[in-house]
């Protein structure tokens, strides 16, 4: 079936929600093609907040938030994107607000905000109130709000298709080509516009709080047409995942009070980030909590792990402000933590690398930012880059409602020019050719043994510190991987609902993403945010100050080529807290 | 140990009518019967189908009957359910196939109550202030994942469809007792009509099946008395 919007997004989280709204409000028609239902995806996993320098608590200003995210991306960040993002979240906060969004308050009705890691007053003194919240649930309101507001605007919804392909002829985004789940039928649809926000890839290693359907489908998809992905070598493992399962306990855990104990009881960060310990940026915490495991010091009959202490905080602050984390607690582990602490280690958790765009959340092609007209990303799927090497706790909330917003609107601004393309018959071939064939083939490798053998590459080679000999191995394994990936088998051969076969489909796509990350991780040979590099320990400005672009080309090798950082009032430091 | 799993298999395009079938899985106490559906899938029977996303019990995807009850597949852990373990589709929605029902009418429901802020006035250039005691009022409301447990445990639903259900009700109290809204009297219609708040018969099965822990059937007492009284 054939269809047709003057702009197109791909995701309904979010950033795709956010979007989609701006863009019909920009006068264009609009429709979202979701691989799940509406309120399904993964912005409604987030807990603790998402931070504006509102200064409802205590003094604040947008440019202390503009150096923390400078500062906590370990340099990396673009710091016009940072110096945008600081001063448009305030009045995205509001905006939310506006739409209805149930914030918790403060006595004097103003909305209410916490502590957040790395989040700080007067440039690095200490800890300041910026999250706005609602109890650990604020992606939940957020993502509820935006899909309210889409209710209210009657926007069309495409729910259970997954795109297959994007249509890219002679440099320009013509349309897609999606896979409707419950049918089975291909779709081609045409597109003045098209927005990509479908999210990260989390799942591409063992122990994550991503959902089973983040799969990084569209970075895929664009890697393969040899398009750039930029500094994919930086992915965020989240400090506090519920051990051994990896679910997201809320860094406003410890924003509320919550100390990192070690074996001994000790409050271990004290000694990695004597200023403002367990709020110190993720990437430091991850760290500091897989050393103290290293160096004997964790917890557990294996000494595996270490715990969440929230025993001293008063029960009503868990029972009110921290509801969601608790019941988790208590259901997969069987712990209260109003009476013991949680076993937690970090879990993979957020890619601050993605596919590379403008301000305005256009798509670039290549290191001289020519733009692909007509396509535009935002959201954890795309890398402006605000979060350089290392994202900041409630920066990510921020992001998709700033960063969407300038994409809807761009994009909606770009349609009012535009005129459809016509798309042969033939667009949607190789898409039908590539469900066929993975339908039919009769492989002996199952889907599910080789993603765990992916996950497994993935975690024991590519997370949190990484040397040139486990990351080449890594490499290594992942060629093997894809070798295998060509002779899988799906016993579902249906055409409806055969979630297996979609199963197979998103396999490829982390192949790809993790590709991408392993090979970007080996190539840069310094340790910056995320990216911690035991053979090289320091971060190397003088050489390595500037984005990766990863590039597949034809035949499959895997090339980089880079990108300025865009500097400006804050001098890369040295980075302690 | 081994766990029995019947589940309730049926896709409305084949030849066989709906049928039961039973798998042995190797699990552990703390395993969530999502985990075991993902053994059968990935390691027995490639073709069974049911939706999920999270895990974790926040995207609302996996709302199934489990051993005679609505729950969430991911928050049914097999230490509280036994080694011997029922799954069937949520009641009152079309099977699409297995454990995957149409949505549809569902989120139709939904919209009618008008599930959005409505308030006209120009708002303040900062935020609504809105007291801490007023946000409270309606929080549990707001915990609400759309998941259908509770609408497809209500048994005024299964006999009549077009019930707009427990789960639309929430969110419309959601809105109604949000001191910033002034949608009420609109939501009053399709609320008050005869497919509406009366059809409830107070069986509490939605406030039994709600994963979220909301007083479901007592925020439909709260519209009920809200209509009944014009309280807005």
């Known amino acids: 079936m054939a269809h047709q919007h003057d702009v197109i997004v791909v995701g309904a989280g979010g950033s795709g929600l956010t979007s989609a709204l701006y863009a019909a409000k920009g006068g264009a028609d609009v429709a979202v093609v979701t691989k799940l239902y509406p309120t399904r995806s993964h912005t409604g996993a987030a807990q603790g907040g998402i931070g504006a320098a509102l200064g409802n608590v205590e003094e604040d200003h947008w440019e202390w938030h503009m150096f923390d995210t400078i500062k906590g991306g370990d340099y990396l960040t673009d710091q016009d994107a940072a110096e945008i993002f600081a001063k448009e979240v305030i009045e995205a906060v509001i905006e939310l607000e506006h739409m209805g969004l149930p914030f918790d308050r403060l006595p004097s009705g103003k909305i209410a905000q916490r502590r957040f890691g790395g989040h700080t007053k007067e440039y690095g003194k200490a800890a300041v109130h910026r999250a706005a919240h609602a109890a650990d649930r604020t992606g939940h309101m957020i993502l509820q709000t935006l899909y309210q507001q889409c209710v209210k605007h009657n926007l069309t919804f495409y729910n259970e298709f997954h795109v297959l392909d994007v249509i890219l002829e002679d440099g320009v985004a013509k349309g897609l080509v999606a896979y409707e789940l419950a049918t089975g039928e291909i779709h081609t649809f045409k597109a003045k516009a098209i927005i990509i926000a479908s999210g990260g890839y989390g799942r591409a290693w063992k122990v994550t709080s991503n959902a089973y359907t983040l799969t990084g489908d569209l970075q895929a998809i664009l890697y393969r047409k040899g398009l750039p992905l930029e500094d994919m070598e930086f992915y965020q493992f989240h400090p506090t995942g519920l051990f051994p399962l990896g679910i997201l306990l809320t860094e406003g855990a410890r924003g509320e009070g919550g100390i990192l104990r070690n074996d001994s009881g000790e409050r271990f960060m004290e000694r990695y980030a004597p200023t403002i310990k367990d709020l110190a940026p993720r990437d430091m915490v991850a760290r500091a909590m897989y050393l103290e495991v290293r160096e004997g010091r964790g917890v557990g009959p294996r000494k595996d792990h270490v715990l969440l202490d929230l025993t001293h905080l008063p029960p009503e ?10 019941e988790f607690a208590q259901i997969y582990l069987g712990v209260d933590p109003t009476k013991q602490p949680v076993p937690v280690m970090p879990t993979a958790h957020y890619a601050m690398g993605g596919i590379p765009t403008t301000l305005w959340g256009e798509v670039i092609a290549d290191d001289s930012n020519t733009i692909i007209p007509g396509l535009y990303a935002a959201g954890e799927v795309a890398c402006v880059s605000l979060h350089g090497a290392n994202r900041l706790g409630t920066n990510s909330l921020g992001d998709l409602v700033v960063f969407g917003r300038r994409a809807g609107i761009a994009a909606a601004k770009f349609a009012k020019s535009a005129e459809f393309y016509d798309l042969s018959p033939e667009v949607s071939g190789p898409s039908r050719e590539r469900v066929e064939r993975l339908r039919n083939q009769s492989g002996k490798e199952s889907v599910a043994s080789l993603r765990t053998a992916l996950q497994q590459t993935m975690q024991d080679y590519a997370s949190v510190f990484r040397t040139e000999e486990l990351l080449a191995r890594g490499a290594e394994e992942l060629k093997e991987l894809f070798e295998r990936y060509r002779y899988i088998g799906v016993q579902d051969k249906g055409e409806r609902y055969n979630t297996e076969l979609v199963e197979a489909i998103e396999l490829g796509y982390l192949l790809e993403v993790s590709e991408a990350t392993v090979h970007s991780a080996l190539n840069r040979r310094e340790s910056r945010g995320a990216h911690a590099r035991e053979d090289y320990p320091e971060r190397d400005d003088k050489n390595w100050l500037k984005h990766t672009l990863v590039f597949k080309q034809e035949g499959g090798k895997v090339c980089f080529r880079y990108k300025p950082v865009v500097l400006g009032k804050f001098e890369p430091k040295a980075r302690t807290y | 140990m081994q766990v029995t799993l019947k589940i309730l298999r049926y896709d409305p395009n084949g030849a066989a009518k709906p049928h039961w079938q039973t798998y042995q899985v190797e699990s552990e106490p703390m395993d969530r ?12 029977d490639g073709t069974l189908a049911f939706r999920r996303s999270c895990g974790h019990g926040i995207c609302g995807s996996d709302a199934m009957l489990i051993n005679g009850r609505n729950r969430l597949a991911c928050k049914a852990l097999v230490k509280d359910l036994g080694p011997s373990i029922t799954v069937e589709p949520i009641r009152g929605l079309p099977v699409k196939k297995d454990l995957v029902v149409d949505m549809d009418p569902f989120f139709d429901a939904y919209r ?36 259908a447990a509770c609408t497809t445990s209500c048994p005024v639903f299964w006999v009549n469809g077009t019930y707009v259900g427990p789960a639309a009700i929430v969110q419309a109290h959601r809105f109604i007792f949000d001191s910033r809204d002034r949608g009420a009297r609109e939501r009053f219609q399709a609320l008050g009509a005869s497919t509406g708040v009366w059809r409830c018969r107070t069986a509490y099965n939605c406030t039994e099946a709600c994963p979220r822990e909301i007083p479901v059937t007592q925020a439909i007492e709260e519209v009920k008395r809200a209509i009944l009284f014009d309280k807005f």
Do not use: G, M, W
Request: charged share 35%.
């Open chain 1, 317 to 326: 602050t868990i029972h009110k402000k921290l509801p969601d984390i608790s």
């Open chain 2, 33 to 44: 019967v999502l985990d075991l559906l993902h053994k059968i899938k990935y390691f027995q």
């Open chain 2, 112 to 147: 009618a109550v008008k599930p959005y802020l409505i308030n006209d006035e120009p708002p303040p250039e900062r935020e609504r202030l809105q007291s801490p005691e007023d946000r409270e009022i309606f929080d549990a409301s707001t915990k609400c994942i759309l998941c």
